[in-house]
């Protein structure tokens, strides 16, 4: 095994380790949060019915999203046997690997670099806050994150750099349907937002035209009707295109106090925030010496997706930042061309990654330094990973002030410092919220203690899969009391719908407070029961 093939590898290694203990500990502590049970009450049913074209949750048809990610998760669940918060979180770990690990090949293979330093944007990717918000959630994001970078990257990489049009189209496309597949049209606009415009720049606008462009969207077409003509069988055409124009139009948030105006200025700000510390070194790109020719055109492509995307969902009132969390990939790589030109030139002296170090280290020794504050205010408990950590901190951001470092050692020790930073935060954090913010756990376990095993619990408009998660049984959605119900069984519902079940078949059993809502259950009666008392 030659020297660089033995580099590669260990590369990998280091990356995949590095992955692993920045997104596994302390994953499993926290309840469901955002849409993280919906997600795996969809993959159970599939489980259950063998139905795996129309989505289902207690029962209903559910069609804001299409279904890939629920076949992923229910994939896990068969493997490991297991479903549970750690298990379904476990998805989002396992693409955001993946998804640094095709950012680290693309570079090596486009670069030229051959050494460990194949891996830093892998590295940035995943020390990214909002992808380490995502990559430790069951949602679609992170795996909707790894079809779009995989499909426009590679795009690139055949089409411009290999320059097999044909093998570009087909495989990028292809990886945008299954993109579709994940969470919707979105993935489409995605891919064009910065194609378009690029080949606008590059004067090839006809090549959307083209036999192979072409080719590549019958392929997209094939394989995403391999899943939707099946499903407009079973349910109606009009029923589906409703709830996707739906989904489209209440995207956005309700605008916060201040409007529109806040959100145009918030929105950008958030942004650059979310993705800190690395987004920093676009700055790097005023230095005229860094800007390597032969990434010109990796550059302007990256370049577009960004400048047409962030000033878009600034103008979208109420939209979120994790929208834009699939062009995290076009960011990544246009912070690591300069970055590589500086690691590549010792001679290189970067003044704004000197002002940065040290704004970083103070950052982090005030940061460490207010830890016990914190503790003591949430009253939290003491954990050796937590000390060692905050230990390891001080560490770090003393070195990145005092030291004299090559960029190569800054850049490893920021990292390593992100990793351990998330490391004190899950090992605070987590278990506190175990502890004192299990809602739904906690709700589900009175319930159960007080609806026998055997009985069956039909759900009146109380809407939370979490809940429903935690129950660990059968759940039956319902519209209102009917005869199909099975009698001497129990029903929930929100204490704000209770007046709407005024009927005398129900008995009040008792209610719970779950976070913002108030859970009231009741026992229908046995009529005949009744007549013969």
Same mark, same amino acid.
């Given at each position: ?61 559910? +069609?804001?999203?299409?279904? #890939?990610?629920?076949?992923?998760? %229910?994939?896990? /669940?068969?493997? =490991? $046997?297991? *479903?549970?918060? &750690? ?88 990886? +945008?349907?299954?993109?579709? #597949?994940?969470?919707?049209?979105? %993935?489409?606009? /995605?891919?064009? =937002? $910065?194609? *378009?415009?690029? &080949? ?111 000033? &878009? ?221």
């Amino acid at each position: 095994m030659n020297k660089n093939k033995k580099e590669v590898i260990k590369g990998l290694i280091i990356l995949f380790i590095f992955s692993m203990l920045l997104n596994l500990p302390f994953i499993h502590m926290r309840e469901f949060q955002g849409e993280e049970g919906r997600r795996v009450i969809i993959a159970q049913e599939m489980l259950r019915s063998g139905d795996y074209i129309v989505p289902r949750v207690e029962g209903e048809v559910y +069609l804001n999203k299409p279904p #890939l990610y629920n076949w992923y998760l %229910a994939l896990i /669940f068969r493997i =490991s $046997g297991e *479903i549970s918060e &750690l298990t379904a979180r476990l998805s989002s770990v396992i693409t955001a690997f993946f998804t640094s690990l095709f950012l680290s090949i693309f570079w090596m293979v486009v670069s030229g670099i051959k050494d460990i330093r194949f891996i830093l944007p892998g590295i940035i990717f995943l020390t990214l806050p909002e992808v380490i918000d995502k990559a430790i959630k069951a949602e679609i994001d992170m795996t909707f994150t790894f079809f779009i970078t995989l499909s426009i990257l590679t795009w690139f990489y055949l089409s411009e750099i290999k320059m097999k049009k044909f093998p570009a189209y087909i495989l990028s496309m292809g990886l +945008l349907s299954f993109g579709t #597949l994940t969470k919707g049209i979105q %993935a489409p606009l /995605f891919f064009y =937002s $910065g194609l *378009i415009p690029y &080949l606008v720049y590059r004067k090839r606008f006809r090549e959307l035209f083209s036999f192979y462009h072409l080719t590549g969207i019958l392929v997209y077409l094939i394989i995403f009707m391999s899943w939707f003509l099946p499903l407009i069988e079973k349910v109606e055409l009009d029923k589906v295109l409703s709830h996707w124009w739906m989904e489209i139009l209440v995207r956005g948030e309700p605008l916060k106090r201040g409007g529109f105006l806040r959100h145009i200025i918030e929105f950008p700000l958030e942004y650059f925030l979310k993705h800190m510390p690395w987004i920093i070194f676009l700055f790097l790109w005023k230095d005229k010496s860094l800007r390597d020719s032969k990434f010109h055109d990796l550059t302007i492509y990256s370049m577009l997706f960004l400048l047409f995307s962030v000033p &878009l969902y600034s103008l979208i009132p109420g939209a979120r930042l994790r929208y834009l969390l699939p062009l995290s990939g076009a960011l990544v790589i246009l912070i690591t061309i300069p970055l590589s030109s500086i690691i590549s030139d010792e001679r290189y002296h970067s003044s704004l990654l000197r002002r940065f170090r040290f704004i970083f280290g103070i950052f982090i020794i005030i940061g460490m330094l207010s830890m016990p504050v914190f503790i003591y205010h949430y009253k939290i408990s003491i954990n050796p990973v937590m000390v060692i950590s905050i230990l390891f901190l001080l560490l770090t951001g003393t070195v990145l002030i005092k030291g004299n470092l090559r960029t190569e050692i800054v850049l490893t020790v920021m990292a390593l410092s992100l990793l351990f930073m998330k490391t004190a935060w899950a090992s605070t954090y987590f278990p506190y919220h175990k502890e004192k913010h299990s809602y739904y756990r906690n709700a589900a376990q009175w319930i159960n203690s007080i609806v026998p095993p055997e009985a069956m619990i039909y759900d009146y408009k109380t809407g939370n899969p979490h809940l429903t998660f935690y129950l660990k049984r059968d759940i039956i959605s319902v519209n209102g009391l009917n005869d199909a119900i099975m009698r001497n069984s129990f029903l929930m519902t929100r204490k704000e719908y209770a007046p709407e079940l005024n009927d005398e078949r129900l008995i009040y059993v008792g209610e719970i407070r779950a976070r913002r809502m108030t859970i009231v259950i009741y026992r229908i009666k046995n009529h005949e029961s009744e007549t013969q008392g």
